[in-house]
């Protein structure tokens, strides 16, 4: 039931929290209730106190509930890096869908997220470096084209492998675009995209790479992701300064890149 604002207590706010850990979600064909990642509940507590405190600005409440509330604390997930064994294995097994192989070199070559490489357009890339400014995301309402997760777009390089790679790729899209003729998507511009150049389902994908990685018997929890953290941890190996590291995942701060991969930094005191 509504209640006004002032009304609202610590307790309240915290049997919420703990509701939507045990059921705030809903599954995506049956909508029936599920629970809710101890992130994505903190991350909603976020936003309830930013409304709280623009609140008291306006003088609408004395003061912020959700302070005093007790949000869930996240465990601190390790990022899982492939060893170049298990990384080559991955990139010569990979098949299908047709665009899957060199959609895993971009990803390892650049460390970019999943959404950012689907919505990556022949256009972004200009002199050998790929323009992240958008992702694409899957909704209840279908695929949408958003801004990157921080809303900063940044430049990356692409090593000259991946280019000579990607232009092999474009060849052979070229000739689906033909066969497809005027109902071949090319408005879209899309790299990676299905056989008439609509948008891949990023969920598809995710569970493509994760099947393959079952299947290799990669390190429990490996995933898509994981392409990220093994560049991340090639970069730390070779010493490329923390900074640099930060700028190419597109993170906003590089707080971010300690947190998730301070256990990667290994002799950096000697």
Not at 14 to 23: G, I, Q, V
Not at 113 to 119: D, Q, S, T, V
Not at 226 to 239: A, P, Q, Y
């Amino acid at each position: 039931a509504a209640m006004p604002l002032a009304e609202i207590t610590p307790l309240h706010l915290s049997r919420e929290w703990t509701r939507l850990l045990n059921c705030g979600g809903h599954t995506r064909k049956t909508k029936t209730p599920r629970p809710l990642k101890a992130k994505t509940v903190r991350s909603i507590a976020g936003v309830v106190s930013s409304a709280f405190g623009r609140a008291v600005r306006w003088g609408l409440v004395a003061t912020n509930p959700v302070t005093a509330s007790e949000p869930p604390v996240p465990k601190k997930r390790l990022g899982i890096a492939l060893t170049p064994a298990q990384h080559a294995l991955v990139m010569e097994s990979a098949t299908s869908p047709w665009c899957l192989p060199i959609f895993l070199d971009v990803a390892s070559a650049t460390a970019c997220r999943r959404g950012e490489l689907l919505a990556l357009r022949w256009t972004d890339i200009v002199d050998g470096r790929a323009m992240i400014a958008r992702s694409l995301c899957q909704t209840d309402d279908g695929l949408q084209f958003k801004d990157t997760k921080t809303d900063n777009p940044h430049l990356v390089a692409i090593p000259e492998d991946t280019l000579a790679a990607l232009e092999a790729h474009r060849l052979r899209q070229d000739e689906f675009r033909k066969q497809f003729g005027p109902d071949y998507r090319a408005d879209l511009d899309l790299i990676f995209a299905n056989p008439d150049g609509t948008p891949l389902k990023p969920d598809s994908i995710s569970a493509t790479v994760s099947l393959l990685f079952r299947k290799l018997k990669m390190p429990k929890g490996a995933s898509l992701h994981s392409l990220r953290h093994t560049h991340v941890s090639e970069m730390l190996d070779e010493g490329v300064p923390l900074p640099v590291i930060s700028a190419r995942l597109g993170h906003s701060s590089i707080r971010t890149t300690m947190d998730i991969y301070a256990h990667m930094i290994h002799g950096q005191d000697d």
